[in-house]
């Protein structure tokens, strides 16, 4: 740590010595499935009484409408919990942009509800890295970054969502207003077991496609009949025939039919796409309207598109390889090696990034087997990462950009 200044050493010391461990332990307790909506509350509570040591204003923001297509067909309004937001000294020369998520994949009848420490010295809990412990190890650093010197030279936002899981739907709007100019990003996406960050990421699409045909009896006069299902099937098959190399689709699931001597008039396709870029993603779009236009006119029926692309694809821009090494000179002056590679996941990093802000969207605990139940937390990762947060925030206010 020779690289470090009296202030920056101060500020690590600080954030450092926060109870990081235990607040994780506290906030993994509490149950956040995305439709766990009395979970989220409680969750939304609980971290607005933690980061309420900050100054600025603190809101919980109510989600924006969600509609989702139901299994029978119809569009349904789908509820999500609110979402926090800080703000803090917004006049300052330069603007920082914190972002991380309170939900889990864990509904609140999944038999992952509890936690224990493994005999490697691991803490496997639900949400401990994705990403419990990125959000206590966050504040630790904010908290740090407020009691330096240099703290009246940044302003910054602090958005954590409820729904980022599940695409981050109702909160999608909110996070684009937040990234209005902003210098940069930090999100709090876990780092790989070895410290290795997310560098370019893939975007992601889901949809579902609304099959109506016309129900016949399937013995007195099938031909009467325009089979949902069926057309259903045609599409799934047409749209996995689209992947190509930067372009991965998944027909997931199928909605529909019924008793054996009905024909269908009813089907619904859920679908995935993961384009790698905007060429891919105009791919995509490509692909799905051919397929309707061909299976519409083939079997007769007529087929609703519902849902988007909402994650573009995130590359790694010159602003965002600023940042990027601007993070991995704070870690080599820690002591501590940073490295990045591209993935094919999505996270709020992939939003930020279409808003034109260079962001490094896993600045959390280290962890792995995210999203099973063998979630595990590296808990000495979480004075690592606090100290690296902190350093990184107070080198962006010195230097007033990556």
């Given at each position: ?114 936690a224990q420490w493994l ?20 504040l630790a650093a904010l ?130 796409f993961r384009p790698g ?126």
């Amino acid at each position: 740590m020779t690289m470090l200044s009296a202030i920056e050493r101060t500020a690590i010391e600080r954030a450092q010595a926060a109870p990081m461990l235990e607040r994780t332990l506290e906030w993994a307790a509490i149950n956040s499935g995305t439709r766990n909506l009395a979970g989220l509350s409680a969750m939304a509570a609980t971290l607005a009484d933690a980061f309420s040591v900050l100054p600025g204003a603190l809101e919980l923001v109510e989600p924006e409408p969600v509609e989702t297509v139901a299994p029978g067909g119809a569009v349904e309004p789908l509820a999500h919990g609110r979402h926090l937001l800080l703000t803090v000294r917004p006049d300052a020369p330069v603007q920082v942009l914190l972002t991380g998520h309170m939900d889990t994949v864990f509904a609140a009848d999944h038999p992952f509800q509890q936690a224990q420490w493994l005999a490697d010295g691991r803490l496997n809990a639900p949400g401990a890295a994705d990403m419990k412990g990125g959000l206590s190890l966050m504040l630790a650093a904010l908290d740090a970054a407020e009691a330096s010197p240099l703290a009246e030279r940044f302003g910054y936002t602090v958005l954590i969502n409820s729904d980022e899981e599940t695409g981050s739907l109702s909160s999608r709007a909110l996070i684009a207003r937040a990234a209005l100019g902003k210098t940069a990003a930090l999100t709090y996406e876990p780092a790989l077991p070895d410290g290795t960050l997310a560098g370019a990421r893939g975007g992601t699409g889901n949809f579902s496609l609304v099959v109506h045909g016309r129900s016949a009896h399937a013995g007195r006069n099938p031909e009467e009949g325009r089979n949902a299902l069926v057309a259903a099937a045609a599409l799934a098959v047409m749209l996995a025939d689209a992947k190509a190399p930067g372009l991965s689709v998944n027909p997931a699931r199928i909605d529909g039919g019924g008793p054996n001597n009905v024909v269908p008039d009813l089907a619904i396709l859920r679908v995935n796409f993961r384009p790698g870029d905007a060429a891919a993603t105009a791919r995509a779009q490509a692909a799905l309207d051919a397929a309707i236009a061909q299976v519409s006119a083939a079997h007769e029926v007529r087929i609703e598109l519902h849902g988007s692309f909402n994650r573009p694809p995130k590359p790694i821009d010159p602003a965002a390889a600023r940042l990027f090494d601007l993070v991995r000179d704070a870690g080599a002056d820690l002591g501590i090696p940073i490295a990045w590679k591209a993935t094919g996941g999505v996270c709020d990093g992939n939003n930020i990034a279409a808003c034109g802000v260079p962001v490094v969207d896993t600045m959390g605990a280290r962890g792995g087997a995210i999203h099973s139940m063998e979630e595990f937390l590296i808990p000495e990762s979480l004075p690592e990462r606090a100290a690296l947060s902190v350093l990184t925030l107070l080198r962006l206010a010195e230097r007033g950009r990556p």
